[in-house]
């Protein structure tokens, strides 16, 4: 049986091609007792609309932003890789992207960057910053703009935004402890480092590791957490600090991205080999350290992944259609050095 199509509701609802138009697209000048009978057509029907067909034939294009944390870092590095590759292909198919970079711990910076933002010009946005009172607020006037919002990596759970695109930090902070625990034999402390507590990735993935270390292995001890910042200087002079004055520190958990100076500051105190070290993100860093045998375990996710996914949701939401769940769980990835993908 053919799929019923528009001129199928104009024939049952008894109106014009032109009418039965208006209504799907919503657009004004036709009677309520019209549009219902046009409604009512399409539910004997059971007319499901292509979305994408109907944009196409309108020549929508969809605005989509990406706000994303300024800096050296390597895993922004890899977004934004995957975000040019992602824009090659056909999911980026009628979409126009830009990407905006703000400083993750300035939030009045971040807001001032939102604000510029030409709401409505845009579909949707995707935010990877911290969650301050402020970017919610910000989130807030995107919203009442009729902007969509996702937020990408690190969840904005107290703000208005319409969707999540990432892992469960909770899940994955679980997950370090564990490989912590299995990993690190011997009695001790365990350092923990971050770029900043204010992100929620940050602060989830410390609460699952917290709860794993304390509740299946009392012999290690989770040490306050130490913040850089992004601050590369005092990632190293700080861990430097620490490793020096506590011999009894036998693993380290890196919960952020900025592995590089951490790496660099485990190496010159001499104890990077003895010490069991779990981070987050395959970047260049992590896979050489992987490789070289420095770091037993990194808890990663799939970049491509992430991005397409922000792509397909915001384009899902600015059509008001349900989202496919199932298609966007981003999966958690433990990679040690015998599966490191690439590798032989």
Same mark, same amino acid.
């Given at each position: 049986?053919?799929?019923?199509?528009?001129?199928?509701?104009?024939?049952?609802?008894?109106?014009?091609?032109?009418?039965?138009?208006?209504?799907?697209?919503?657009?004004?000048?036709?009677?309520?007792?019209?549009?219902?009978? !046009?409604?009512? =057509? @399409?539910? &004997? %029907?059971?007319?499901?609309?292509?979305?994408?067909? +109907?944009?196409?034939?309108?020549?929508?294009?969809?605005?989509?932003?990406?706000?994303?944390?300024?800096?050296?870092?390597?895993?922004?590095?890899?977004?934004?890789?995957?975000?040019?590759?992602?824009?090659?292909?056909?999911?980026?198919?009628?979409?126009?992207?830009?990407?905006?970079?703000?400083?993750?711990?300035?939030?009045?910076?971040?807001?001032?960057?939102?604000?510029?933002?030409?709401?409505?010009?845009?579909?949707?946005?995707?935010?990877?910053?911290?969650?301050?009172?402020? !970017?919610?607020? =910000? @989130?807030? &006037? %995107?919203?009442?703009?009729?902007?969509?919002?996702? +937020?990408?990596?690190?969840?904005?759970?107290?703000?208005?935004?319409?969707?999540?695109?990432?892992?469960?930090?909770?899940?994955?902070?679980?997950?370090?402890?564990?490989?912590?625990?299995?990993?690190?034999?011997?009695?001790?402390?365990?350092?923990?480092?971050?770029?900043?507590?204010?992100?929620?990735?940050?602060?989830?993935?410390?609460?699952?590791?917290?709860?794993?270390?304390?509740?299946?292995?009392?012999?290690?001890?989770?040490?306050?957490?130490?913040?850089?910042?992004?601050?590369?200087?005092?990632?190293?002079?700080?861990?430097?600090?620490?490793?020096?004055?506590?011999?009894?520190?036998?693993?380290?958990?890196?919960?952020?991205?900025?592995?590089?100076?951490?790496?660099?500051?485990?190496?010159?105190?001499?104890?990077?080999?003895?010490?069991?070290?779990?981070?987050?993100?395959?970047?260049?860093?992590?896979?050489?350290?992987?490789?070289?045998?420095?770091?037993?375990?990194?808890?990663?996710?799939?970049?491509?992944?992430?991005?397409?996914?922000?792509?397909?949701?915001?384009?899902?939401?600015?059509?008001?259609?349900?989202?496919?769940?199932?298609?966007?769980?981003?999966?958690?990835?433990?990679?040690?050095?015998?599966?490191?993908?690439?590798?032989?």
């Amino acid at each position: 049986m053919n799929k019923p199509t528009v001129h199928d509701i104009a024939k049952e609802a008894g109106v014009s091609l032109a009418t039965v138009d208006r209504v799907l697209n919503a657009r004004p000048g036709v009677r309520d007792k019209t549009i219902a009978k !046009v409604q009512g =057509a @399409v539910e &004997r %029907l059971g007319y499901v609309r292509d979305t994408y067909a +109907a944009n196409l034939a309108r020549q929508r294009l969809y605005q989509f932003a990406f706000v994303l944390p300024e800096g050296p870092s390597q895993f922004t590095d890899t977004l934004k890789a995957a975000l040019k590759e992602a824009i090659s292909s056909q999911i980026a198919d009628r979409i126009a992207l830009k990407v905006v970079t703000v400083p993750a711990h300035d939030p009045h910076a971040i807001v001032r960057s939102l604000r510029s933002l030409n709401a409505a010009a845009l579909d949707g946005v995707a935010l990877m910053v911290p969650e301050t009172p402020q !970017v919610r607020d =910000a @989130v807030a &006037r %995107l919203k009442a703009e009729g902007v969509r919002i996702v +937020a990408l990596v690190s969840d904005l759970p107290n703000s208005q935004r319409d969707y999540f695109i990432g892992i469960n930090s909770i899940a994955a902070g679980r997950t370090a402890g564990s490989l912590m625990g299995r990993f690190a034999h011997a009695q001790g402390e365990v350092l923990v480092v971050t770029n900043s507590m204010r992100s929620r990735d940050s602060l989830d993935r410390r609460l699952g590791f917290d709860q794993v270390i304390s509740d299946d292995f009392p012999h290690l001890m989770a040490l306050p957490s130490i913040e850089s910042y992004d601050d590369a200087a005092r990632m190293e002079q700080v861990v430097c600090d620490v490793i020096a004055a506590r011999p009894g520190i036998v693993g380290v958990y890196s919960m952020g991205s900025g592995n590089m100076p951490l790496l660099n500051a485990l190496r010159a105190s001499g104890r990077l080999g003895e010490l069991t070290v779990i981070s987050h993100e395959l970047t260049p860093a992590t896979r050489q350290a992987l490789q070289n045998g420095e770091i037993a375990a990194v808890i990663a996710q799939n970049v491509g992944h992430l991005v397409r996914s922000a792509m397909r949701v915001l384009r899902t939401l600015s059509d008001d259609l349900p989202i496919f769940e199932a298609q966007e769980r981003i999966r958690i990835d433990i990679i040690i050095r015998e599966n490191l993908p690439g590798s032989r």
